[in-house]
């Protein structure tokens, strides 16, 4: 038997057996263990340094190269170049590989909900190592630098950006050098060089960017270790032109130049969030070099200035399916010139990138629990289905659940109350705010709730209607326009000169927009024969604050134990992020478009039955719902006894 | 055996035998005959259309497509679609195809040098037979075309252009239909949709573009037939900063927009090029699709906005050497806004794609006899080798053999002298002028003859000195600067209120271009062991009208059989012509610039000395041109019996 040295990496606790010579790095790779080399093994960059535990004397003497590149503060603590220490074939040896150069990473979602993802960008940095032109070797600049990408990585560009190619010779002369000129060259795909840089650097940033209706947050991400170092939000500009999008897509209809407007606001919009972002972690732009999009159709098509005309209208024809990308520079988006935007592929008709971003993010198409999948907005995104089959739709839900459109609906803002509790005895409310300010409207989770708590206290009944036995109550009474309305917070504690109240008309318009999300899910469901699923997720920014047994109690998705109810928090840009960080991702965003079916409900028959079915509480058919029913039964009971109380003492 | 039915098609004469049901189309493939089907043989388009011949009878009925699709003047010629007719087993059958069908063409050179090519354009159009969206089918605009593609053509696109992409949506419902659309796709090299428009077209242009130092030639293609549709020239605007390039590299140098300016002034005077071959042709520019261009690596370098410092300077390195494929919207040159301006490649240092698509056209690469082949310009480039090797270089002739920078120098115009004649009795000149005009000076052809014949009729010696045996001729004197000079013609006879007179430093001008080709062509011919070439080709607009004989007179090739030498013609444009045309000619481009070497001369001890050799007349070792030789011999035998009969009358 051969000398070996049994080498043991950390944290993975990964062992390996190597001959002698074998650097660490190679027993790395055996062990399958990713580190880091930017300098691919030429001890220069520092990137694949390594801690030393027990076993440091199984190792080669320390080299020139380490001693040149590792700090002595290094040295010190152990230190070694995983490149350049080789195993002597005695032995074992202990590797602590530091996360700086390791070359996976795990990022945590707001609902503790943890990914793993391999740190594979589509921006890779290469180190390269030039020799200065001569009359004996004046092989063009290009050429020189591919050549020694082939060398070194084996990475034979296909392209290079125009304007990268044009700068190329000053860039590459902008040091004096005697004979070797160091440099880094920043690819895209494995296949164009979109940057060149004098030295070494490993600067590189994406940005992943979520798109919606109503909010666009950037999320700037460094494309080394996967690290999110700086968020930022605003309001879409496009909301000047119309809160939803069929009031966009009018305005682009109406007006000439409505397109190229459209487009200008929201370009305008995404760049001042860039420049939020950027400021913020003091990044230069020119180290940004791609935007990954994800949002709606809609938004979509408009902010690629593509006529939503026919997307918005039946037969709901989206322009394009596949992934997009574009130079940033031809879309005005403010990073790195030579960079790309880079959106995820369209499902079909309205279900867009964002759907397919929650997706990516939950992976519940290739688990073989059947699932449903809410991404609420103000167009709620449904999936329902397993490994075997899953079908993907949208339901035109409204701005109503956002808090919108209502008498005293709010969007997300300090003293929106946000959670409403009814005491099933007394009738009255209790209510928190954000930042605990005093109440100045109702914000989507807490319509949510009180429409589940008029139901389940009994003040209204299976069609939303007030019911006789409350007539009496205080709180419930009619206003000036003859319309039945319940009072949620009186002037005096409100932050308004008025009493915040939820009126009949605002009830149908809940009911409205959690029957749309209902029935859609309900269409999908029966299509696959499912009477219930084993799980439920619920995505979107605002599904994270979303009570979950609220929901189920007016019915907005299957009544299942509250266990199996997830909420995802914004999956849309943590699938954007992904799509950063690792390019697998990508081909597995057009997988989910292939293996994933779009059904089309809009204007459907089957749609419109069961809309009518899901406008009741929690549904017509409530044998449907027997947790909810026996909460309500129980209530009930509770009312029957206080009316029964009340009459003895009359 | 089984019942066939022979097949022969003419022009080409080429016979199969083919089995009952086999249409005409597919008869054609097996006899390696190729015919257009635009239409993929749904007998709609008609481009696949033949005459029949001899044994109609032997084929299947005429079908109701062919009824609409072919006129009734058509039918009675005994026209068929060969997508629809087929073989019934029996007899035989002559089918003539006419040009219009036809998928290859040959193209004719101006010196009757004849070329064969293969009409496979990168730029090509296929018809495409789209069911109108629906709910049950709402499959994205541009995915609904790909699939059309690859049903109809097995061609998978892999992008759209983004403006193409946004304008889908518009394109695609222009125009009112009730179950089909049927539109056109122009697909760029079988990967990018760069048009769409509504019903079928088959237009579609290329331009070929040869972009001289001194001029600008345009040629507009019809991308169908291979047709060249118009032509036109115009001055290089950026003569305006220097008529050579050394002088314009220093003003970009020393003018921080220098660059700038110069790109945008060659951009101009293309786009007005361009504007007159579009309006000669009555085409429209968006159905032009392509623009290749050919031309040194200088101006391919300030064509591009690319610094052009380090190529002009030792060690002579050119940014790029693979081609180059931009969006014409990114140059601002006027065709098609999705469509390319393309480069074939640099062979390296000064040697550009000029010089590669000559050696597209010439093929002397590949060929085992020994060419030495010249194309002349201000920097000649040269090719020396056979299919075993072949070197290129660069010589930097300057602008005397253009008649620039001679007292009475000029372009090629009406009136310029363009070849001369010496009496060797009388020592008087008879010269012809470009259009018969009275003669305003001496261009470019004129000049090499004027030096051959000074120096064969003996007025000036191997060294380019006037001779002490000429000095009494009255048409030799001394002028104003102490200068010695011949009289070309006399003031009277000439458009101008002067004698046109060649002087000492023009002849030596003169010989120092023609020193320069020489010594270049001597190097790498010593560097190949080659004494002399089987073949001498000269190239470039202006190598046309130069004298053979005059040329090797002065040195300019080496001493062969006149019948050995070839012009070429303008080879860079019809290189251009060629890539434009034929797409495996943009491989073989690539792979002449691998299969060449480029052997750097600048600087080199061993190009000096030859330089040097190479200043005389027609080279210091006289007896490497035996043919000039014994010409110059005989000359001298007159000038003893003349000078003899002088000083017996005396």
Known sequence: MSEETQVTFYPWKKTVDVEPETTLLTAAEDAGVSIEGLCAGNGRCGTCKAIIGEGEENLSEMTKAEEQTLSSEQRKNGYRLTCRAKATGTGTVDVTVPPDSQKTAGIVLTEGHELEYALDPVVKKYHVDLP????????????????????????????????VQRELPNRM?????????????????????????????ETAYGLAIDLGTTTIAVYLVNLKNGETEAISSQLNPQTKQGGDIMTRMRYTRRNDDGREVLKREIREGINETIEEVVQEAGVSRDNIYESVFVGNTAMHHLFLGIDPTYVAGSPYVAAREAPIKVKARDLGIDINDAGYVYWLPVSGGWVGPDKVSVLLVSGHYKEPETTVCIDIGTNGEISVGNEDEMLVTSAPAGPALEGAELRYGVRAQAGAIETLRIDPETLDPTYETIEDEPPNGITGSGVIDALAQLFEV???????????????HERVRENDDGELEYVVAYAEEAALAEDIVLTQNDIRSIQMAKAAIQAGTRVLMSELDIENPDRVLMAGAFGNYIDKVSAMTIGMYPDIDEDDVVSLGNAAGVGAKLALLDKERRTEAERIVDEVSYFEIAGTDVFQENFMASMYLPHQDFDLYPRVKERVRKSRELEAARLEENAEEH
Request: glycine letters at 6%; proline letters at 3%.
């Open 132 to 163: 200065v032109p001569s009359l004996s070797d004046n092989v063009a600049d290009f050429e020189r630098i591919n050549e020694a990408l082939v060398e070194t990585y084996d990475l034979d560009l296909e392209s290079v950006d125009y304007e």
């Open 173 to 201: 002369r902008e040091e004096e050098v005697e004979e070797r000129l160091e440099a880094t060259a920043t690819v895209y795909d494995g296949e164009e060089l979109i940057d060149l840089e004098p030295g070494l650097s």
């Open 458 to 472: 009994g003040i209204v009944d299976q069609r939303g209607k007030f019911r006789d036995a409350v007539m009496d």
